[in-house]
């Protein structure tokens, strides 16, 4: 299976926005929770974000919430992470993955993800 493709980070800085992409195509998408993930240097991976299959239904982490929104298109088989109002603190690189029992990955081969750099 083709791996996951993140897209769209870049240098911001504070306060500034990014939109992410992540496409999956072949993984059957539309029958997965999916969600967004970061690691930050030195630290372990972390969940960010979750939608449902149909986009009804979103759950975010608390140290995101208010200013991120995830979305999806099913028939591109991509997920969305728009980033605004964002803080060094969210400096990562940031996968996508399937999730299930809420924030627990399914896909054991992840993404070369995409850094997020966020200037103070």
């Known amino acids: 299976q083709v791996q996951p493709v993140e897209s769209g980070g870049g240098l911001v800085q504070a306060g500034g926005s990014l939109r992410l992409s992540c496409a999956a195509p072949?993984?059957?998408?539309?029958?997965?929770?999916m969600g967004w993930f970061r690691q930050a240097p030195g630290k372990e991976r972390e969940f960010v974000a979750r939608i449902s299959r149909g986009g009804g239904s979103t759950y975010y982490a608390d140290s995101v919430k208010g200013r991120f929104t995830i979305s999806r298109d099913n028939a591109k088989s991509t997920v969305y992470l728009q980033m605004n109002t964002l803080k060094p603190q969210d400096t990562a690189v940031y996968y996508c993955?399937?999730?299930?029992?809420?924030?627990?990955?399914?896909?054991?081969?992840w993404g070369q993800g995409t850094q997020v750099t966020v200037s103070s």
């Open positions: 072949g993984r059957t998408f539309s029958t997965y929770y």
């Open positions: 993955n399937a999730v299930v029992n809420g924030a627990v990955p399914v896909w054991t081969d």
